[in-house]
């Protein structure tokens, strides 16, 4: 079968997919709804208590975590494109850094309020740790890919170092930033839907519409410039759209791993090294990791709730020790 017929197909099963776990996850928890009463409270607000538990919690939570695991999968995808590294993710932008280091700061100076309030401020802290990363990479005005890896290690390390100080300060009163540290999609509301849904979307279709330039910048720099792409100005749109996709996911969601590392991978095995199929393909089976390990936290053991990154590393860790063994880099 051919990658372009493969794609759509690929593509329509995990539509149907993610529309099955979304109805699971409406459906599914300590308080079970059953799915007839679910469509009447989607129709209908009847004040019940299905009503609220369907549409002001399971409902948004389910469709942030296909927008978060869409964001992070394609923001990994471009990463490994940008820095021309098999091994990258959006964390090396100084993204998930730079985030951590304002929920600190604001755990600091403002103890005792819920930190989803400040979703807008860790937003913030994100994009300024992926531009300041994205600044200390360019090199007479172009992009370096190796230049983008070492600025991504040194920021993330020197804000690592930030958030570890103010987390000994302080002390006891840090359990809710450990909590955000762990990942997860407890307490989200349609809030959180319509603060990080249109950077998410324009993210994403803005990856798709570069999606053909970036298969020309797999063949190098020269090649792609002999066939009309503006180099610079394509990494650098690059570099933004990635900053906006991880950052606007990490400003609700917290840290959550393995996601835009192992995904690419897994959709370059279904559907090949074209990113034309690439991308759209990552952000529905980055949706769908994301959904499946939301839904096994809220059930493995409730009514305690676990971190959804525990399953996210379930679940990518042995694929990814799997396709690096399979691939001959185990002894590299």
Request: with cysteine.
């Amino acid at each position: 079968m051919a990658y372009g017929k493969r794609a759509i197909w690929i593509s329509s099963m995990l539509v149907l997919g993610i529309i099955l776990l979304i109805i699971v996850s409406l459906v599914s928890g300590p308080f079970f709804v059953p799915i007839p009463k679910v469509l009447d409270v989607l129709l209908h607000d009847d004040g019940s208590k299905a009503r609220t538990v369907v549409w002001n919690l399971r409902f948004p939570r389910a469709l942030l975590a296909v927008l978060i695991g869409a964001s992070l999968a394609v923001a990994g995808a471009m990463m490994q494109c940008l820095t021309k590294n098999p091994m990258a993710e959006p964390k090396i932008m100084g993204v998930s850094a730079g985030a951590a280091a304002m929920v600190v700061l604001i755990e600091y100076f403002f103890a005792g309020l819920p930190l989803l309030f400040f979703s807008p401020l860790v937003f913030l802290g994100a994009a300024v740790g992926g531009a300041t990363v994205y600044s200390l990479s360019l090199k007479r005005g172009s992009l370096s890919p190796v230049r983008l890896t070492l600025a991504g290690v040194a920021v993330s390390a020197f804000l690592h170092a930030i958030t570890v100080g103010i987390l000994v300060l302080l002390g006891q009163d840090a359990a809710a930033v450990y909590a955000w540290l762990a990942g997860g999609l407890n307490g989200l509301t349609w809030r959180h839907v319509s603060l990080i849904a249109p950077w998410s979307l324009a993210g994403l279709l803005l990856s798709i519409m570069i999606a053909s330039k970036m298969d020309l910048l797999e063949l190098g720099d020269d090649t792609a410039k002999g066939l009309g792409v503006h180099v610079g100005i394509l990494k650098t749109v690059m570099a933004v759209i990635i900053i906006i996709l991880a950052g606007s996911a990490v400003s609700v969601s917290g840290v959550i791993g393995f996601i835009g590392l192992i995904i690419p991978h897994i959709v370059r095995k279904m559907v090949g090294v074209n990113y034309t199929y690439i991308v759209p393909v990552s952000a529905l089976c980055g949706g769908m990791l994301l959904l499946t390990a939301d839904l096994l936290a809220r059930l493995v053991a409730q009514p305690i709730e676990l971190p959804v990154g525990v399953f996210t590393a379930a679940i990518g860790c042995p694929y990814f020790l799997y396709l690096i063994r399979k691939q001959g880099e185990w002894n590299a």
